[in-house]
Nanobody, 124 residues
Framework: QVQLLESGGGSVQAGGSLRLSCAAS????????HTWFRQALGKERERVAD???????YYADSVKGRFSISKDNAKNTLYLQMNSLKPEDTAMYYC??????????????????WGKGTLVTISS
């Protein structure tokens, strides 16, 4: 049974940091593309950061230079280090996985598995 379980969300003040984790199980973790998405209340879902199976990373312009995506293949865990947080980063954050190893290709086909999300709230 596939499971993606996010953790690490919370409430912090602007300028602070959070580290999100996503523990995965039930599939061949090392060959998948993994992505962090977020969705703010009343807004469309946004792709935040991707990491290919080979570790290549991509970021949305809105988080470039502030967020860092990484993974630990030995632990089947995906991370999102978020620094210099802004109120506009407030959202539910989801991790997702695609069996297509390269995320730039995977985004055309949709993600195979999704977590249930973790809430991040940034106060000014």
């Amino acid at each position: 049974q596939v499971q993606l379980l996010e953790s690490g969300g919370g409430s912090v003040q602007a300028g602070g940091s959070l580290r999100l984790s996503c523990a995965a199980s039930g599939y061949t973790y090392t060959t998948y593309c993994h992505t962090w998405f977020r969705q703010a209340l009343g807004k469309e879902r946004e792709r935040v950061a991707d990491i290919d199976s080979d570790g290549t990373t991509y970021y949305a312009d809105s988080v470039k230079g502030r967020f860092s995506i990484s993974k630990d293949n030995a632990k089947n865990t995906l991370y999102l280090q978020m620094n210099s947080l802004k109120p506009e980063d407030t959202a539910m954050y989801y991790c997702a996985a695609s069996s297509i190893s390269y995320c730039r290709l995977a985004q055309h086909y949709g993600m195979d598995y999704w977590g249930k999300g973790t809430l991040v709230t940034i106060s000014s």
